[in-house]
């Protein structure tokens, strides 16, 4: 899937990101936010506003950061993305 993406107001060139992991909003909702990985291994989040269509942000995600909110929500995937290597 490929988004154009906007971060700090600075327009960054379209990258192709795969999807990492997805977190539903409420019901009655179609927000959602998720993570993505770009081609060449960096992350960003997505969150989409309760239209199902307004970015609400997109923005760049540290490993660090990623890391804890997989662990959080998905923590399945932490050795799949960072290995057994990874610093605790």
């Known amino acids: 899937m490929e988004w154009e993406r906007i971060i ?3 327009y960054k060139a379209r990258v192709n990101g ?3 992991v997805f977190v539903d ?3 009655e909702s179609f927000a959602y936010w998720a993570i993505y990985q770009t081609l060449e291994g960096s992350f ?3 969150v989409i506003d309760h239209d199902g269509e307004t ?3 997109c923005a760049p995600l540290s490993d660090e950061e990623t890391r ?3 662990e959080q929500h998905a923590p399945r995937l932490v050795d799949l993305y ?3 290597w990874w610093a605790s």
């Open 18 to 20: 795969s999807k990492v």
């Open 55 to 57: 970015v609400l942000q």
């Open 68 to 70: 804890t909110l997989l």
């Open 82 to 84: 960072f290995g057994a």
């Open 44 to 46: 960003f989040r997505l």
């Open 25 to 27: 909003g409420p019901k």
């Open 8 to 10: 700090d107001g600075t």
